[in-house]
């Protein structure tokens, strides 16, 4: 595609143009980066010997996703004015976003010149820029883009689709930023709205395995490696939720942050094993990590991700709460050593910019924080990092008062600062690649251009460079710039024999760089490295492999692994996980193997077994479980292929569980129904186990294995208090359920009816709507029964609309109208709580409260004492403060670290203008005629699970639905701050504001 350049349209969301000014552009720009900027930077604290400095600002650019920075040292930045307009209301920009280049020509470290390299109806919002000499890589969902400077303006002369068909279009979760990796190759990642990757041409795109790349093999967010052309493309983990940015050290080894979902403190870093398994989801059903199962992890960050399941990848570190964004591998040497070889990050959510000081631990590492820039303005969005050609450090700054969830609450700001040390002047890096020397003096930089520049004129000098690259990877002291220098002679003829020699070396990161590049061969060219290295004395050696036997098949093969399996320690996960990627597809084979060399007494034998996926290792793990009884290893047959484990945990039952009635029940929830529904022996059993058990454990196993000769038990619960809700809801899903609560209703006594209406409120359904519409208007009923059915009968989010209906049609008993009204008065929809108020005799209508413009607002304080009071009154209903409300929307221990004052009072105010992301709003409509709305727990091919208003989670077969669907409505009233007076309003901002991390 050519481009038809012309002159951009300065647009600033209604600002007044420069032009139309008549100050000189060059002039405007640096005034504005000095006036408005520099009393901002006394709020960023770096550590002793830096300082950070602004080298541009709005409005020169606004509103930065991402940027690089080119050979030249200019900064590439991309802006997003038109972010996520359909959401948050914001105005657009009609000519589209763009790419701007941003350089400092006189040489005082401020920019001082700007060039619009490209803009285009078609960019909005993009989120990755990779520069690449004439190539400029942009991401930006469903596209990404290859731009090409051919005359080398610093304008777009044609743009090519690399990959389409990525989802996440206007969401921060689609695709992110490509990387150039030290063996010649792209990275890149997608989050979990990416789902596929498909070609330019619509195709999809085929992975190492010759599998489509979508979610019938992968799950959630994914990283990728490619070719510079975009072939060859391989997935190289899974399983993330927004994998923002991966990073690429030296020797070929990944890393990358990830988010949680919002308020779950569980943030995380991740060192990425290729082919890993990093547990957003089940592995298995895709359900979420809300959702029960056995061995559950006790903390919630670390549920999050599914730790205790065997087949995910360990966690590098948590973080807590954040909005991680960019991240790269610094390894230059102006910055203090403690921030050399390390990543680089930058969290929006936290206002901070860190890096992780990595160590090895076993097979994979430990890190701890060191932070490289804190603020306690918490306008300070740091959004990218990238590394300058003189080992400084550029920051982008989206500077906004929120944060995600689709806000921008504002358009018309954005900053870029470099971290250096005090008093170094920002300078031209000039760098020669005419000569083998000179190119390879360019490798060792820090800046990814530049290296990019010096590997393509290495690889293309061939011979002529072969013995000044071998001189380097033999002598040069920098173990990282002898990778490089492997890498580029990787390239060539002698591949082979440069593998084996990075083996031979002492370095493990050397070694364990040999066999990544070994992977990529026939396994026959490197069988031999492959023997050496199962013998090494460094566990990450042997960890890499681990992973590159993967889909590996024949007997040497096979042995290789069992040699590797016995020398697992019992301690170290993140071995034992390399063990089980290299197993993939070949466990029947790799698991005789093992057991062949008799590893029962070995230190990590139950670990192999608990990790196995195959049914040959099904008698070990029957007798762990029969010896331990752990729930570890309970959980480990949920991932065990076959049919043959619900024959084993039977025989358990009858045997070493004889007397144990909590083993037992733990094995009956590892059958599968069908087996219990085939046997009427084990049914028997079932059935006097759930004499022994009460409460949600004998409810869910009733419900899981609809045990329809329960309802009079689950009856009597209702009857009774217990479990109330829950017990509705199991028997409301029997067979049957539906008639026999209505049948009881009618014929109870009045006590079994209030009974009975305590948990018909909560049910949301038509029949329990209906049965307390009846209620109402039943004269045979006391009045005592008929006024508590009129009470609560709008409690259920799903029935509302049923109950105004009601109204409407004038069903209600005159008397009861009120009631009725009253009952609606929590729906978190303000319409149905003004339309329920019409419907009274003396017109109640809410009194809307005018308050203050936001400028107004937020420079009120508020008593934070008081405001916990509103909160408990207006906010409990749905959020969690310290464990204390209900689960249902964010979670807010620490919102106030996250938003500003401004921030927090658009959320209030409007609601719809940011949704959390995991917080979208779903519309389910079943085949019976039931409509919900509320927040997906977990989804899968055959289950969905909503939490509805109130916490309360339903579950719907996806064969039962009529339709499913996200709507842009937030599920958090529009209006709540219309019943708050304004001081009212500020206390509760001045209590949520004293919500931090602690």
């Given at each position: 595609?050519?481009?038809?350049?012309?002159?951009?349209?300065?647009?600033?969301?209604?600002?007044?143009?420069?032009?139309?000014?008549?100050?000189?552009?060059?002039?405007?720009?640096?005034?504005?980066?000095?006036?408005?900027?520099?009393?901002?930077?006394?709020?960023?604290?770096?550590?002793?010997?830096?300082?950070?400095?602004?080298?541009?600002?709005?409005?020169?650019?606004?509103?930065?996703?991402?940027?690089?920075?080119?050979?030249?040292?200019?900064?590439?930045?991309?802006?997003?004015?038109?972010?996520?307009?359909?959401?948050?209301?914001?105005?657009?920009?009609?000519?589209?976003?763009?790419?701007?280049?941003?350089?400092?020509?006189?040489?005082?470290?401020?920019?001082?010149?700007?060039?619009?390299?490209?803009?285009?109806?078609?960019?909005?919002?993009?989120?990755?820029?990779?520069?690449?000499?004439?190539?400029?890589?942009?991401?930006?969902?469903?596209?990404?883009?290859?731009?090409?400077?051919?005359?080398?303006?610093?304008?777009?002369?044609?743009?090519?689709?690399?990959?389409?068909?990525?989802?996440?279009?206007?969401?921060?979760?689609?695709?992110?930023?490509?990387?150039?990796?030290?063996?010649?190759?792209?990275?890149?990642?997608?989050?979990?709205?990416?789902?596929?990757?498909?070609?330019?041409?619509?195709?999809?795109?085929?992975?190492?395995?010759?599998?489509?790349?979508?979610?019938?093999?992968?799950?959630?967010?994914?990283?990728?490696?490619?070719?510079?052309?975009?072939?060859?493309?391989?997935?190289?983990?899974?399983?993330?939720?927004?994998?923002?940015?991966?990073?690429?050290?030296?020797?070929?080894?990944?890393?990358?942050?990830?988010?949680?979902?919002?308020?779950?403190?569980?943030?995380?870093?991740?060192?990425?094993?290729?082919?890993?398994?990093?547990?957003?989801?089940?592995?298995?059903?895709?359900?979420?990590?809300?959702v029960n199962r056995t061995n559950i992890e006790k903390e919630i960050p670390l549920r999050h991700w599914h730790l205790n399941d065997p087949g995910v990848v360990p966690n590098l570190l948590q973080t807590g709460a954040g909005s991680p964004t960019g991240m790269i591998i610094y390894e230059g040497n102006l910055l203090p050593s403690i921030f050399q070889n390390q990543m680089i990050h930058t969290d929006a959510g936290p206002n901070v910019v860190r890096s992780y000081a990595t160590t090895p631990w076993g097979a994979g590492y430990e890190a701890r924080i060191n932070n490289l820039i804190t603020s306690k303005d918490q306008w300070f969005r740091p959004a990218d990092v990238a590394a300058a050609p003189d080992g400084s450090l550029f920051v982008a700054d989206w500077y906004d008062p929120g944060v995600g969830g689709h806000q921008a609450g504002d358009q018309a700001k954005g900053r870029i600062y470099r971290i250096a040390p005090k008093g170094h002047a920002y300078k031209k890096t000039n760098f020669d690649?005419?000569?083998?020397?000179?190119?390879?003096?360019?490798?060792?930089?820090?800046?990814?251009?530049?290296?990019?520049?010096?590997?393509?004129?290495?690889?293309?000098?061939?011979?002529?460079?072969?013995?000044?690259?071998?001189?380097?990877?033999?002598?040069?002291?920098?173990?990282?710039?002898?990778?490089?220098?492997?890498?580029?002679?990787?390239?060539?003829?002698?591949?082979?024999?440069?593998?084996?020699?990075?083996?031979?070396?002492?370095?493990?990161?050397?070694?364990?760089?040999?066999?990544?590049?070994?992977?990529?061969?026939?396994?026959?060219?490197?069988?031999?490295?492959?023997?050496?290295?199962?013998?090494?004395?460094?566990?990450?050696?042997?960890?890499?492999?681990?992973?590159?036997?993967?889909?590996?098949?024949?007997?040497?093969?096979?042995?290789?692994?069992?040699?590797?399996?016995?020398?697992?320690?019992?301690?170290?996960?993140?071995?034992?996980?390399?063990?089980?990627?290299?197993?993939?597809?070949?466990?029947?084979?790799?698991?005789?193997?093992?057991?062949?060399?008799?590893?029962?007494?070995?230190?990590?034998?139950?670990?192999?077994?608990?990790?196995?996926?195959?049914?040959?290792?099904?008698?070990?793990?029957?007798?762990?479980?029969?010896?331990?009884?752990?729930?570890?290893?309970?959980?480990?047959?949920?991932?065990?292929?076959?049919?043959?484990?619900?024959?084993?945990?039977?025989?358990?039952?009858?045997?070493?569980?004889?007397?144990?009635?909590?083993?037992?029940?733990?094995?009956?929830?590892?059958?599968?129904?069908?087996?219990?529904?085939?046997?009427?022996?084990?049914?028997?059993?079932?059935?006097?186990?759930?004499?022994?058990?009460?409460?949600?454990?004998?409810?869910?196993?009733?419900?899981?294995?609809?045990?329809?000769?329960?309802?009079?038990?689950?009856?009597?619960?209702?009857?009774?208090?217990?479990?109330?809700?829950?017990?509705?809801?199991?028997?409301?899903?029997?067979?049957?359920?539906?008639?026999?609560?209505?049948?009881?209703?009618?014929?109870?006594?009045?006590?079994?009816?209030?009974?009975?209406?305590?948990?018909?409120?909560?049910?949301?359904?038509?029949?329990?709507?209906?049965?307390?519409?009846?209620?109402?208007?039943?004269?045979?009923?006391?009045?005592?029964?008929?006024?508590?059915?009129?009470?609560?009968?709008?409690?259920?989010?799903?029935?509302?609309?049923?109950?105004?209906?009601?109204?409407?049609?004038?069903?209600?008993?005159?008397?009861?109208?009120?009631?009725?009204?009253?009952?609606?008065?929590?729906?978190?929809?303000?319409?149905?709580?003004?339309?329920?108020?019409?419907?009274?005799?003396?017109?109640?209508?809410?009194?809307?409260?005018?308050?203050?413009?936001?400028?107004?607002?937020?420079?009120?304080?508020?008593?934070?004492?008081?405001?916990?009071?509103?909160?408990?009154?207006?906010?409990?209903?749905?959020?969690?403060?310290?464990?204390?409300?209900?689960?249902?929307?964010?979670?807010?221990?620490?919102?106030?670290?996250?938003?500003?004052?401004?921030?927090?009072?658009?959320?209030?105010?409007?609601?719809?203008?940011?949704?959390?992301?995991?917080?979208?709003?779903?519309?389910?409509?079943?085949?019976?005629?039931?409509?919900?709305?509320?927040?997906?727990?977990?989804?899968?091919?055959?289950?969905?699970?909503?939490?509805?208003?109130?916490?309360?989670?339903?579950?719907?077969?996806?064969?039962?639905?009529?339709?499913?669907?996200?709507?842009?409505?937030?599920?958090?009233?529009?209006?709540?701050?219309?019943?708050?007076?304004?001081?009212?309003?500020?206390?509760?901002?001045?209590?949520?504001?004293?919500?931090?991390?602690?």
């Amino acid at each position: 595609m050519k481009i038809v350049k012309k002159a951009p349209l300065l647009f600033l969301g209604g600002m007044i143009s420069l032009v139309s000014l008549g100050i000189p552009k060059m002039v405007q720009l640096k005034k504005n980066t000095a006036d408005s900027v520099q009393t901002k930077v006394s709020t960023l604290q770096v550590p002793e010997g830096l300082e950070v400095k602004p080298f541009a600002a709005e409005p020169m650019l606004i509103n930065p996703t991402n940027i690089d920075v080119d050979s030249k040292g200019r900064v590439w930045v991309l802006e997003a004015y038109n972010y996520r307009p359909g959401i948050n209301g914001n105005p657009t920009n009609p000519q589209g976003d763009r790419i701007v280049i941003l350089e400092d020509t006189n040489g005082d470290g401020q920019a001082d010149s700007r060039k619009v390299f490209y803009q285009s109806p078609e960019l909005n919002a993009p989120l990755g820029i990779a520069v690449l000499d004439s190539m400029v890589i942009v991401s930006q969902s469903p596209y990404i883009w290859k731009m090409f400077d051919d005359n080398r303006d610093g304008k777009a002369d044609r743009k090519e689709v690399m990959f389409s068909g990525i989802g996440g279009d206007q969401h921060d979760h689609g695709a992110h930023a490509f990387t150039f990796g030290p063996d010649g190759k792209l990275y890149f990642n997608i989050g979990n709205e990416g789902k596929q990757l498909l070609d330019a041409k619509g195709n999809p795109v085929l992975d190492q395995d010759g599998d489509p790349i979508g979610p019938k093999k992968y799950r959630q967010g994914m990283v990728f490696r490619c070719n510079l052309d975009g072939s060859q493309v391989e997935v190289l983990g899974h399983n993330f939720r927004n994998n923002y940015e991966v990073a690429v050290d030296s020797y070929g080894a990944l890393w990358q942050s990830d988010n949680d979902d919002d308020g779950n403190k569980g943030v995380r870093i991740n060192a990425v094993f290729e082919h890993g398994n990093y547990g957003y989801v089940d592995e298995m059903t895709g359900e979420g990590w809300y959702v029960n199962r056995t061995n559950i992890e006790k903390e919630i960050p670390l549920r999050h991700w599914h730790l205790n399941d065997p087949g995910v990848v360990p966690n590098l570190l948590q973080t807590g709460a954040g909005s991680p964004t960019g991240m790269i591998i610094y390894e230059g040497n102006l910055l203090p050593s403690i921030f050399q070889n390390q990543m680089i990050h930058t969290d929006a959510g936290p206002n901070v910019v860190r890096s992780y000081a990595t160590t090895p631990w076993g097979a994979g590492y430990e890190a701890r924080i060191n932070n490289l820039i804190t603020s306690k303005d918490q306008w300070f969005r740091p959004a990218d990092v990238a590394a300058a050609p003189d080992g400084s450090l550029f920051v982008a700054d989206w500077y906004d008062p929120g944060v995600g969830g689709h806000q921008a609450g504002d358009q018309a700001k954005g900053r870029i600062y470099r971290i250096a040390p005090k008093g170094h002047a920002y300078k031209k890096t000039n760098f020669d690649l005419s000569t083998p020397e000179l190119a390879f003096k360019a490798l060792e930089n820090p800046n990814l251009e530049i290296r990019f520049l010096a590997f393509q004129a290495l690889k293309k000098m061939g011979n002529k460079a072969e013995s000044v690259l071998e001189n380097e990877f033999n002598t040069n002291e920098n173990p990282r710039f002898r990778a490089r220098a492997f890498w580029v002679l990787n390239q060539g003829s002698r591949s082979n024999e440069f593998i084996l020699k990075a083996f031979e070396q002492a370095n493990p990161n050397l070694k364990a760089m040999a066999i990544r590049a070994a992977k990529q061969k026939p396994f026959a060219e490197w069988s031999t490295l492959a023997a050496k290295a199962a013998k090494d004395q460094h566990a990450s050696v042997r960890r890499e492999l681990a992973i590159a036997l993967r889909h590996l098949s024949g007997e040497e093969v096979n042995q290789l692994w069992a040699s590797l399996a016995m020398r697992h320690n019992g301690t170290d996960r993140w071995y034992l996980e390399a063990l089980g990627i290299g197993a993939d597809g070949n466990w029947d084979e790799r698991f005789a193997a093992y057991a062949a060399l008799k590893p029962e007494n070995s230190k990590g034998y139950s670990d192999v077994v608990w990790r196995a996926r195959t049914e040959k290792a099904l008698p070990a793990l029957i007798e762990l479980i029969g010896n331990t009884k752990s729930l570890a290893y309970f959980r480990a047959l949920d991932f065990m292929p076959g049919e043959q484990k619900s024959e084993a945990l039977f025989a358990l039952i009858n045997g070493k569980f004889a007397t144990d009635v909590s083993a037992q029940l733990e094995a009956v929830r590892h059958m599968k129904p069908a087996y219990i529904a085939s046997h009427p022996e084990v049914k028997v059993v079932l059935s006097a186990l759930l004499k022994q058990i009460s409460g949600k454990q004998y409810l869910e196993l009733v419900d899981y294995y609809q045990l329809k000769e329960e309802s009079p038990r689950v009856l009597g619960m209702i009857l009774a208090g217990t479990e109330s809700s829950k017990a509705g809801q199991v028997v409301y899903n029997l067979p049957g359920g539906a008639a026999l609560i209505r049948s009881k209703f009618f014929k109870g006594k009045e006590a079994e009816q209030l009974a009975l209406i305590e948990m018909l409120r909560w049910q949301g359904k038509t029949e329990s709507a209906q049965l307390l519409y009846e209620a109402t208007a039943n004269p045979k009923l006391s009045k005592a029964v008929q006024m508590q059915a009129a009470r609560v009968i709008g409690n259920a989010y799903p029935t509302e609309e049923f109950v105004l209906d009601l109204l409407e049609k004038k069903k209600i008993a005159t008397a009861y109208v009120p009631l009725v009204v009253e009952s609606l008065q929590k729906a978190w929809r303000k319409s149905i709580r003004m339309k329920a108020n019409s419907y009274l005799a003396k017109h109640q209508t809410e009194t809307k409260k005018a308050h203050p413009a936001m400028a107004e607002l937020i420079n009120m304080s508020g008593d934070a004492v008081k405001g916990k009071v509103v909160f408990t009154n207006s906010c409990t209903m749905c959020h969690l403060v310290n464990n204390e409300g209900i689960d249902f929307g964010p979670k807010l221990s620490e919102i106030g670290t996250k938003l500003s004052k401004e921030g927090m009072y658009m959320s209030i105010l409007h609601p719809n203008a940011g949704i959390g992301f995991g917080y979208e709003t779903f519309e389910v409509k079943t085949k019976s005629g039931d409509t919900y709305q509320g927040i997906i727990v977990s989804k899968n091919e055959t289950d969905i699970m909503l939490r509805i208003p109130g916490g309360i989670v339903k579950s719907f077969k996806t064969s039962a639905l009529k339709s499913y669907k996200q709507l842009p409505e937030s599920l958090m009233p529009e209006g709540l701050a219309d019943g708050m007076s304004t001081p009212e309003l500020v206390d509760l901002i001045e209590y949520l504001s004293t919500l931090k991390k602690k």
